[in-house]
């Protein structure tokens, strides 16, 4: 038997009433303009963690944050789905940060710790794991293993700034002058506060020269 979704999700759709309304009272023009463009200023890659929602965090309306989101906020250079993010955001929309967002706690970051089968998303989390591999010296020092799935978290999220730093697409566009930056941030979900990682690159004399692009 066919169930149209407004019954079934009867609770979301009153919710979006409800959303919609809140909104036109503050300001009774917001959506007929955010209809018209968007010119967002920041690209968020961020964790698919339904815990961590990018505009709430950084307490922006629709239409600030441009947002692509995967199981452990990875920029992995086959991936067509956050390379063409990526490219949109830079060459059509302009904006002048990128923002790598992890979080602590983080499921995808914490399956690739150990060593059980789960399937397809093994080949997801290998690319953590080869994290893990080249900083294994520093990791297996710590003892506390709290300790060692948080660094391992932040470790990630510079990991992934520097991958985002090496895309053809972002050299391209620092060589035509273009204003962007590359940040790596973590969120505390215990507390809700952004840690800045205190890792950001503006241009190419910020990376290694193997990646640099001519």
């Not at 023009?29 to 010119?39: I, K, M, P, V, W």
């Not at 505009?55 to 309306?61: K, L, P, R, S």
């Not at 290998?126 to 893990?132: C, H, L, V």
């Amino acid at each position: 038997m066919y169930i149209p979704d407004m019954q079934l999700l009867k609770n979301l759709f009153e919710n979006n009433r409800k959303w919609a309304e809140k909104i036109k009272d503050k300001d009774p023009d917001f959506f007929a303009n955010l209809s018209r463009q968007q010119t967002p200023e920041y690209l968020w890659i961020g964790c698919s963690d339904s815990r961590v929602p990018a505009n709430e965090i950084v307490g922006m309306m629709p239409g600030e944050i441009f947002v692509h989101r995967n199981i452990a906020n990875l920029v992995i250079h086959t991936d067509m789905n956050c390379l063409s993010v990526i490219q949109y955001a830079v060459e059509v929309l302009k904006v002048k940060h990128i923002i790598v967002c992890g979080h602590y706690g983080c499921g995808g970051v914490k399956a690739a710790m150990d060593n059980e089968a789960r399937g397809l998303i093994d080949n997801w989390l290998r690319y953590i794991k080869d994290i893990y591999l080249h900083h294994e010296g520093k990791l297996d020092t710590i003892k506390n293993e709290r300790e060692r799935f948080d660094l391992l978290c932040e470790l990630n999220v510079i990991e992934q700034v520097a991958n985002v730093s090496h895309i053809g697409i972002v050299q391209k566009a620092w060589a035509a002058g273009q204003d962007l930056s590359v940040h790596g941030w973590i969120y505390r979900i215990t507390d809700g506060i952004l840690k800045d990682l205190d890792v950001c690159i503006t241009g190419p004399d910020d990376i290694s020269r193997t990646h640099r692009l001519k």
